[in-house]
């Protein structure tokens, strides 16, 4: 019995104009952000590959390692990237790495490139948070008020029909159709993917499936919601209206709503507030240093070179003193801000737990490693290349490079060869690690987890009112 | 031997959330190879006691009972053995005659017909073969009667259950209508037609109840009828619908 109402509810969806419409405009839209996604990849890997040159190509001819005071890093573009956005496109790509001092990330792609901005809500995740939600509502609104208002819920009834079951195909039927417009385009996506020369790796194609997979529970549980308010009011213009204004307050209001109450509720020092009070302690120590300096007496010798040497021991001392100092400040300055912003962070995702999309934009960004964690994993592989970059250039130069320090070279006249130029590539290379499926599994299973829990819900309140309706 | 009913209404009451007392108190039954014209004018409670019977209402008290099990107690299984066709037959307006058949004779429960059983069924109703595979969306009143009196006899069912079903028809269809029914009830069926027209149900029912603000007022079979009871009834149900 429920697979012959299944059956029926999928010609009857099939046949209607209003699945034609669907389908047309969901595989335009899907399409359209594979085809713009890997566009934007090819672009993004042409810019990642000339930035690379570019950077390298500075150094060409440099006869001295100490003449290097900086080497960048860059950002890989990733594929997936291009199908969940997340915040890839709003951190900054670049970072200049020195022997010491802190790393900040700058450059972002939609800050060198702003057109990029104006396409950016055409991603997988907007497609499922934002259109495919809207979907499930056309789909559902009417599931049980509409056969109610064609008449033909009063014959399905006059037959020994448990509403238990009926109630069940109907989300099926109805479920199965909107997949249809959902799955076949996302597979005709993925198959143009290798034609712009996009492969995935083993971890791409599980981040893949898991975000169709959390997609296609939150369409459930809008669904289960249209069904929901289907079964519980007798007209579908009413149950229409209902969705319509909840569909709004859920996918538009809430989310946004929930970002500017956190950031009301919690507040955050901006990075210009501790950036002013890092250089005020910065030049506190300095001041500090200058006193030292001031009453620095050269050691006695007549060679240059030890001379020199003893000074710049001597500043080498002052300055990595100074760095400690001004390490642990900065280091506690930053905690308070991580630990400020992960409670903002946290009451935001609270608050737009209410709403399913906002749900389902979390788990895509945590299992595609394109969430806020994306920022702080390079922040932290630059750290550790910091820390290989100031190790190779120390065993270059015999110095801690990006301090303050002298550097005299003596120009001799032995017909000793020219200075031969230095290879940049000796330099370690940095090789970022996206973050991995794993990493980010179990904020995806919690967030894929509340999701089912309202689709459930909505469904056993459809339920619920459905034992109740009136058939007649 | 007397024949068990197949429908019975026993002190059947039913008194809406509004206070309004729809059927009050109303007894009755149908047996096999019988057709009972429940006769009253709009307002008289003729679809609330067959929305009784179908369970998609609640009795205040009494109960209907279809092949001997109460509605409201077990309506999975009396709704086993009825078929109902309502006043304004309603299907899938995008599927054909055909498939709408094939649907809910399916739902009914019986399954195993073939397209040249629905092909014959749907011209013993009346509805002309080019028709048959066509959508619902542009069929008449009618038409869309004759489907559902097509389903109703494929299901099968001991009873039928049927709400005015020949109201808005034209003359010569009510005329066919009528005539399909006696075939039904010939081949052993009970049947429970409510009508507010006198003649239809003087030309075709075995027994006739009149109902009047849910009362049912009088029970007779058609043999006990003269030509003087049938003008006194005409009276007496006509007073009813001008009411
Ligand atoms: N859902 C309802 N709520 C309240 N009163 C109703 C409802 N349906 C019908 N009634 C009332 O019950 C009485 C019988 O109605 P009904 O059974 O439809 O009569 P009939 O089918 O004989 O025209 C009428 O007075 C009608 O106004
Ligand atoms: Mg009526």
Redesign the interface.
Known sequence: ?VR??IE?EL??IF??SKFLVTFGICSVLIILSFLIGARNHQVATAQYEASKRANDLQYEGVTDWTRVQEYKIFLPPQPLATLVNGVANDIGRTIEVRGRGELRSQDSRYGDDPIFALFRFLDLEFIFSIVLTLFAILFGYDLINGEKE???L?????????RTGYIIAKFIGAFLALAVPLLVPILAGILILPAFGITLAGDDWLKLALIIGAGIITVGAFLALALFVSASTERSSTSFLVLLSLWIVMVMIVPRLSVVAADQIVTVPSVDEINSQKSRFMSQIWNEDRGRMNSYTPPKSQNVQEVMAGFNKFMQELADAREKKFNELSARLNEERTNRQAEQQMLAMLVSGVSPSALFTLAAGEINGTSLRMERAFLEQAKEYQRQYAAFMKEKTGMNTGGFSFVVRMVTDDDAAPPKPINIRELPQFAFTPLSAASGLGAYTGYTGVLAVYLLLFFAGAYRSFQRY??? | MEQQPLLEANGLTKRYEDGALAVNNVSFSVRPGEIYAMLGGNGAGKTTTINLFLNFLEPTSGEARIAGIASHADPLAAKKHVAFVSENVMLYTNFTAVQNLAYFVRLGGRTGYTTEDYRRVLLRVGLQEEAHHKKLKGFSKGMRQKCGIAIAILKDAPAILLDEPTSGLDPKSGYEFMQLLGSLRDEGKAILMSTHDIFRAKESADTIGIMRQGNLVMQQSRAALSGEDLERLYMEHMAGVTE
């Open positions: 019995m012959l109402i029926k010609r009857d046949t209607s064609r008449g033909t009063r014959l399905t009834f006059s037959n020994a029909i448990p009136d058939v007649r």
